[in-house]
């Protein structure tokens, strides 16, 4: 069975701080693919980032970069220069790569940027 | 409009009413699903549909109904449910379903569903 995990309920840090959120996933599938998502107040989840098991290359988007590693099954988020509109509750997932296109979540993080 | 959107955005119902939640996506998806986020738990899978046809029901309680008459349309009906029921509902959309190759889920906003 998978599963995510995300052990951080809750982060507060301070404007321009780097905050890394933390998710660690088991599988026993091979492939499969990792996900983040956002999910500001208004409800809808915002997809970020897509990785798959086989791509183990770290991603930097602008202020977000991704590690992964499949020694630790691991796959954290790192904000570099925190911004108010960060704030937001935010999901690990995991794909299996046979059957359907089902996420399994992280319980998520809720990330507090305050001025 | 564009993307995924879900009406009503938020639903108040007694146990003994009888409610439908509706999803339209405008991405020329053939998939489609419905979440369940629960306070404290993770976002739950209930139903996948893939060209209309229900693919996956993820042991959800028959008083959760789907239906989906076409691809872009997607209700989830709902009669004699429980306090513990009230939640956000998120309906999502791919391209496809089947895993050939991922395809990325798009979420729509939610309908935050509390039940008296």
């Known amino acids: 069975a998978q599963k995510v995990t995300q052990a951080q309920t809750e982060i507060s840090v301070v404007e321009k701080e780097d905050v890394t959120l933390d998710c660690v996933y088991e599988t026993r599938d091979t492939t499969y693919y990792l996900f983040w998502y956002k999910q500001p107040p208004s409800g809808e989840l915002v997809f970020l980032i897509r990785?798959?098991?086989?791509?183990?290359q770290n991603e930097i988007s602008g202020r977000y970069s991704w590690n992964f590693q499949k020694s630790t099954s691991s796959f954290n988020f790192t904000i570099t220069a925190s911004q108010v509109v960060d704030s937001a509750v935010y999901f690990c997932a995991l794909s299996e790569a046979s059957g359907y296109s089902t996420l399994t979540f992280g319980k998520g993080t809720m990330l507090l940027v305050s001025p | 409009e564009t993307g995924v959107t879900q009406t009503p955005r938020h639903l108040v119902m007694g146990m003994t009413n009888k409610k439908s939640l509706k999803c339209e996506q405008h991405l020329g998806h053939n998939a489609m699903y419905w979440y369940k986020q629960s306070a404290k738990k993770p976002l739950e899978l209930m139903f996948v549909?893939?060209?209309?046809?229900?693919?996956e029901n993820n042991s959800v309680p028959s008083r959760f109904s789907p239906e989906c008459p076409n691809s872009s349309h997607l209700f989830l009906h709902l009669h004699t449910l429980q306090p513990e029921d009230s939640a956000l509902y998120l309906c999502?959309?791919?391209?496809?379903?089947?895993?050939?190759?991922?395809?990325?889920?798009?979420f729509g906003p939610g309908t935050r569903l509390t039940v008296l």
């Open positions: 999502a959309s791919s391209q496809e379903a089947r895993k050939t190759s991922y395809n990325e889920q798009f």
């Open positions: 990785r798959n098991s086989f791509d183990e």
């Open positions: 549909y893939s060209l209309e046809e229900r693919v």
